[in-house]
Antibody, heavy 119, light 107 residues
Framework: EVQLVQSGAEVKKPGESLKISCKGSGYSFTSYWIGWVRQMPGKGLEWMGIIYPGDSDTRYSPSFQGQVTISADKSISTAYLQWSSLKASDTAMYYC????????????WGQGTLVTVSS | DIQMTQSPSSVSASVGDRVTITCRASQGISSWLAWYQQKPGKAPKLLIY???SLQSGVPSRFSGSGSGTDFTLTISSLQPEDFATYYC?????????FGQGTKLEIK
C-alpha cells in the first residue's frame, strides 16, 4: 500500500526557516514523482511544485519559484519542502501528493502539515 | 498558466438528487482533467482522471465527461457522504492548476 506520511504541525515566527517532510513507503520511492500542494485557510488548492526523487528533477509553479525549495533524500525515502524566511502569508496546510510514475493526477496524498506563522 | 473555472461555487442539494458541476479551461486540454473530493479536515481524494475514468474504489454514481475546454462531474444520486468540496484540475501542462472549488451542501 502506497503511503505518504508528513511531519507534524509547526508554529513559527516571521523570518524563521522551516523544512517539512513527506516520507513515502509501499512503493519504489525513486520511481514516483512527489508534488506539494498549498491550501490557505478556507481557500482552494494550489500546486506548488514537483520532484522526481530518482534524479532530483524539480519543477516549480511560477507563483512559488524562488519562494520555496523542494528536495528529496532517496536514502530515507523522504521529500521536503522548505522556506528560508517565513512570512505570515505562508500560513497554510501543505500536502504532499504523488501522481505515481508520470502525469499530474494526484493518486496518493499525505495527511497534510499545518504551518502557522505568527509573531 | 491555464485557468480553470468551476461553476457553481456552491450548491445545495438533497440526498437522492442528481448534481452536476461544471469546469471550464481557459484553453484546450484534451481530456487531461481530474476531479477531486475534499471533506473538512481531510486531504483531497482523486475521483476521476482523464476526464471520465473512475478511480479505483470510487462509487459508480460519480461520472465525468467532456473534452477540450468544457467538463462536467455528475453525481447521479447523492448520498450523505458526498457532501464535500469538489475541485477540478487540469493535467495537460505544467503547472497543473485547480479550479476554485464547488461546495456541495445539504439542503
Amino acid at each position: 500500500e502506497v503511503q505518504l506520511v508528513q511531519s507534524g504541525a509547526e508554529v513559527k515566527k516571521p523570518g524563521e526557516s522551516l523544512k517539512i517532510s513527506c516520507k513515502g513507503s509501499g512503493y519504489s520511492f525513486t520511481s514516483y514523482w512527489i508534488g506539494w500542494v498549498r491550501q490557505m485557510p478556507g481557500k482552494g488548492l494550489e500546486w506548488m511544485g514537483i520532484i522526481y526523487p530518482g534524479d532530483s528533477d524539480t519543477r516549480y509553479s511560477p507563483s512559488f519559484q524562488g519562494q520555496v525549495t523542494i528536495s528529496a533524500d532517496k536514502s530515507i525515502s523522504t521529500a521536503y519542502l522548505q522556506w528560508s524566511s517565513l512570512k505570515a502569508s505562508d500560513t497554510a496546510m501543505y500536502y504532499c501528493a504523488s501522481p505515481g510514475t508520470s502525469g499530474y493526477d494526484l493518486d496518493y496524498w499525505g495527511q497534510g502539515t499545518l504551518v502557522t506563522v505568527s509573531s | 498558466d491555464i485557468q480553470m473555472t468551476q461553476s457553481p461555487s456552491s450548491v445545495s442539494a438533497s440526498v437522492g438528487d442528481r448534481v452536476t458541476i461544471t469546469c471550464r479551461a481557459s484553453q484546450g486540454i484534451s481530456s487531461w482533467l481530474a476531479w477531486y473530493q475534499q471533506k473538512p479536515g481531510k486531504a483531497p481524494k482523486l475521483l476521476i482522471y482523464a476526464a471520465s475514468s473512475l478511480q479505483s474504489g470510487v462509487p459508480s454514481r460519480f461520472s465525468g465527461s467532456g473534452s477540450g475546454t468544457d467538463f462536467t462531474l455528475t453525481i447521479s444520486s447523492l448520498q450523505p457522504e458526498d457532501f464535500a468540496t469538489y475541485y477540478c484540475q487540469q493535467a495537460n501542462s505544467f503547472p497543473p492548476t485547480f479550479g476554485q472549488g464547488t461546495k456541495l451542501e445539504i439542503k
